[in-house]
């Protein structure tokens, strides 16, 4: 047995520990829209996929405890099945791929652009045309900047409720991606969306790893108006 091996058991039983801890120990469920077709939301440092498109529930955990050098970020795992694995290039991009190894097949990208510091996300599968969204435009007033910008003065402008349209080739409309953020959510973050056929499970969750990383790098460079809390917003209290 190589050394690697008993590394590599040791990262499995632990993944499926908490795997199991997330199913069997109090997930909630997060009440999503009822026109959604795709919703996840964030606990702590795990995903949880509530609603596919097809299949049953997942969660998205760190790929490994200790990342090597051009090893994925992320891994989508099901009864501790990896699903897919994603690699992020720093700049919340995502590339998806079967499996945790660079050779497996790729399933496609998330490729993220700004608009005057407001994110848009470019979601393209390997064999399909791609989608591409506006930018994330707030659904109710509030004072705050009226999109998710980086031009955001204090980390209470980040929250609140947001949309996308995405588009497709020729500029229609084919769905659109939506986030809630705050602390008196149900989650701090969820995230929902109607997916044209296009974009795969595997793809949509790659979607809002880019859009989480792009979250977190608002936070960390906007003022944190609470001494107490150095980090990004990951954890909720719901007030019902």
Known sequence: MSSREPLNATIAVLTSLS??????????AIPMDSDASF???Q????????RPKSGAPAVVTAAEWFRTPGAPAWALRHNGETLAAYWIDGNAGMTARTGSEASDRPLGAVSPSWDDNAIRLKIEALDGQPVRSDVFARTEDGGAPSVLTRDTQTILDVRGRYQAALRDT?????????LRIGPYEPA??????KLPASV?????VAAVLSLASEIDWIEGHTQNVYQKDRGPLIQSIPMH
């Open 19 to 28: 795997i199991a801890a997330a199913y069997g120990c109090g997930v909630r």
């Open 170 to 178: 020729t500029g229609a409309e084919v769905g659109w991606l939506r």
């Open 188 to 193: 701090a973050r969820i995230y929902e969306a």
């Open 39 to 41: 919703a996840m939301h």
């Open 43 to 50: 606990e702590n440092r795990m995903f949880v996929m509530d």
């Open 200 to 204: 795969s499970d595997t793809l949509a």
